[in-house]
């Protein structure tokens, strides 16, 4: 079978200059050239262009064109572990959706009377913590609180109290303060832990989504492995 660029192109709705410049890129193999320095493409180029396009879903456009990279020219066991790699990034986003879901879940409500604005001894004491570990979350950006202008001490509102919690319930699930940090400021932008559920949802669906993707990923890639090795 003898394929011209623009054959490849159309069943994708690419651009001949796209499919030259994954050639290039190293993620179709080295075309043939007729005598006038056309390019000649073959099924296999057709079929390299399939499997990239479906990887790209699963893992990403950098990381697919790795993939291919690697598997043209004949190290298939790195393409495997860029594959390895995704899947472990999957589980970790996996557990971290869940554990904010329990966190979330665990929150303990407002509590009757409970005023509106708190120092850090006290919230250090409700949550069994010293003093010096809140000081450590504010300067690693989990909780900010704001200092009051006459006396200087930190001042826990309403808002800081619920973010603290949710900080302690993922600290104690094992999740570093970074990625704490980053979890807090969805909440903050959505506009609390209600607000948020609905972006947990959808995060989810993302992840069901990549899932899935990795498994039409990898059974592209797992084809296009056998039409290379007949």
């Known amino acids: 079978m003898r394929l011209r660029p623009i054959d490849l192109a159309r069943e994708h709705g690419l651009s001949t200059q796209a499919v030259r410049n994954y050639e290039e890129a190293g993620i179709l193999p080295p075309a043939e050239r007729s005598p006038h320095g056309y390019r000649i493409y073959a099924a ?109 001490y930190r001042v826990y509102t309403a808002a800081d109290v619920r973010d603290t919690l949710l900080a302690h319930q993922l600290r104690r699930g094992g999740h570093g303060l970074e990625q704490i940090a980053r979890v807090l400021e969805q909440v903050r932008a959505a506009g609390g832990p209600e607000p948020l559920r609905a972006t947990l949802r959808q995060w989810r669906d993302r992840l069901t989504a990549r899932g899935r993707a990795m498994l039409t990923g990898a059974a592209a890639l797992d084809t296009y492995l056998r039409h290379r090795s007949d």
């Open 44 to 152: 296999h180029h057709a079929a390299a262009l399939r499997t990239f396009l479906t990887l790209i879903p699963a893992y990403g456009h950098a990381t697919a064109g790795a993939i291919m990279r690697a598997v043209n020219g004949g190290t298939v066991e790195e393409a495997l572990r860029l594959i390895d790699d995704g899947h472990a990034q999957l589980a970790d986003d996996r557990r971290t959706l869940e554990a904010v879901e329990r966190a979330l879940r665990d929150l303990e409500p407002p509590r009757a009377g409970e005023p509106g604005v708190t120092f850090i001894g006290p919230l250090a004491r409700r949550l069994g913590i010293r003093p010096a570990t809140l000081r450590t979350w504010q300067r690693a950006g989990v909780v900010v609180p704001r200092r009051d202008p006459r006396t200087g």
